[in-house]
């Protein structure tokens, strides 16, 4: 799978020159499923702010999406190298204007990320508990020379300082406008500058012609929240967008119309029930076990996403590569009769369980909770299902979640949402009771030797298995529409949902 998103990175990109130019005037009009309430790259973690992050703001050093195995370069540092176990020393890009115009120095840098390091501002604890929980200060050295300093050696260390959410914003702005105003009104260094951001529903950016880099091949990217799919499929075919996200393989025949292609992926990333390990009666471990047990995946891939989504197996994706992904584990189960076997021993009496979900996040959740809420009947579990605006953890056994893959590593995805510093575990949802898990969970954390932390994450599949915090449900198989002529390749080494639409990533007919 790896190899063929590779290929297709290098067939899309061939003939850039011959399509693109930058300098031409044209504009991209995305319909999107999902938008942000705010624009600050260390407080927007979640899936609605991967496509409009990315071309807003820059990190340190930047990943190569495409490289296989995973590969760095300089980004708003021109080099870097690690001092100490626990020290890394960073060189900043001469001359870098930023989108206020002020020109980034080290005191942007340690401003930006000292914000998460420090731990002090809980705008920022989403981002430290998924990312930077190891990483304790930025040390200015001079005017552009920065230090970063880790509590641990992390082999981790230049995956995660190339996050998005490492990205670098302007302190003077800050300081002059608060924080509010700066998410309302972004302030980054990326080939693309907002103009207008109206949250939750429009984001627009227009080329920054002062940027550092090659010069963004849009002049205008305009961002439109739609949130129903047959809108968006609407949209594309009758030309007022260019560009749609988030569409079902079963709406493949509606954009099948001249000048409208589609391209689909198998997302790295799991549509996941997060099951309350503090409330009765999934505080039991025999009801998660026996919930985990009744789900029947293959339906659920079948009836919803016509057999191209993904059954799971293991809390793994092969976009890992070598040697991390384990292709031969096969974990989890469809055994209704043991489900029952359970529930009986756990005194299970048919006491209501209630699943929560927030209305269009997940593309056919709705839909999967009620094959589900059937497949719990013929179990006898009772699951009752609300929808909601705002969940409540206080009165819900189950919560809607995804579970994607950021960056091409175990811990990519578990550290993302499992570790004792995520949300789910200070609010006491994920609880894992078994002795070994968390000196499992530091080994395949700061492992010396990729073997060794295979192996620890081998058994750390295991023991999440018997603790059953979470049910994965599938791999979602998605659609982009698009105008045909235009081209990218869905990027391997970042998170689902970026949209790579910087100089080099992107073709199109500039004349459309």
Not at 352 to 370: E, N, R
Request: net charge negative; glycine share 6%; with cysteine.
């Amino acid at each position: 799978m790896r190899m063929k998103l590779l290929a297709a990175a290098s067939a899309a990109l061939l003939s850039v020159s011959a399509l693109a130019v930058a300098t031409a005037a044209a504009e991209l009009r995305i319909a999107i499923a999902t938008q942000s309430a705010g624009f600050d790259p260390q407080t927007e973690t979640g899936n609605d702010s991967a496509p409009e992050l990315y071309q807003v703001y820059d990190t340190l050093i930047e990943r190569d999406l495409y490289a296989n195995p995973l590969a760095f370069k300089p980004g708003l540092a021109t080099e870097w190298k690690q001092i100490e176990p626990t020290v890394w020393e960073f060189k900043l890009r001469e001359g870098v204007k930023m989108h206020d115009g002020t020109v980034m120095d080290a005191q942007d840098v340690a401003f930006s990320l000292n914000r998460v390091f420090h731990h002090e501002d809980e705008n920022f604890f989403s981002a430290w508990g998924r990312w930077f929980y190891n990483f304790t200060d930025v040390e200015v050295v001079d005017p552009m020379t920065v230090r970063i300093h880790t509590a641990r050696p992390d082999p981790l260390f230049e995956t995660l300082i190339s996050a998005r959410q490492a990205g670098i914003t302007s302190k003077e702005y800050y300081d002059a406008v608060g924080y509010e105003e700066a998410s309302l009104h972004p302030v980054g260094t990326g080939p693309y500058k907002v103009t207008e951001f109206v949250p939750k529903d429009k984001v627009v950016m227009e080329r920054f012609g002062d940027f550092w880099g090659d010069a963004a091949p849009f002049d205008k990217l305009t961002f439109q929240l739609v949130s129903e799919v047959a809108s968006r499929v609407t949209g594309l075919v009758n030309g007022e967008f260019d560009l749609i996200t988030n569409i079902p393989p079963d709406q493949e025949s509606a954009l099948a119309v001249s000048g409208v292609k589609t391209m689909g992926v198998t997302w790295p990333m799991f549509h996941v029930w997060i099951l309350h390990m503090s409330n009765a009666p999934t505080s039991n471990p025999l009801v998660r076990q026996a919930m985990k047990l009744c789900v029947d995946h293959q339906a659920l891939v079948d009836g919803l996403w016509g057999g191209k989504a993904k059954v799971p197996h293991a809390l793994q994706f092969e976009e890992y590569g070598a040697p991390y992904y384990m292709p031969e584990l096969d974990l989890i189960k469809h055994d209704p009769e043991e489900a029952k076997r359970l529930l009986a021993e756990a005194g299970y009496k048919g006491e209501p369980i209630v699943a929560q979900f927030t209305k269009s996040y997940y593309l056919y959740g709705d839909l999967a909770a009620q094959v589900i809420q059937q497949q719990y009947k013929d179990c006898g579990i009772n699951l009752e299902l609300q929808q909601v605006e705002k969940y409540d953890d206080t009165k819900f056994n189950v919560r809607a979640w995804s579970n994607p893959m950021y960056y091409p590593d175990p811990m990519g995805v578990m550290d993302t949402h499992w570790a004792t510093s995520s949300w789910v575990y200070e609010d006491k949802l994920w609880q894992p009771q078994n002795p070994e898990w968390l000196p499992t969970y530091e080994i395949v954390r700061y492992g010396e030797t990729a073997e060794v932390r295979k192996e620890a994450y081998r058994k750390l599949l295991s023991l999440a298995e018997q603790e059953s915090g979470w049910i994965l449900l599938y791999q979602p198989h998605e659609l982009y529409g698009m105008r045909d002529d235009i081209a990218f390749a869905v990027p391997p080494n970042d998170r689902p949902y970026v949209l790579p639409l910087r100089a080099g990533q992107v073709t199109f007919d500039a004349s459309k």
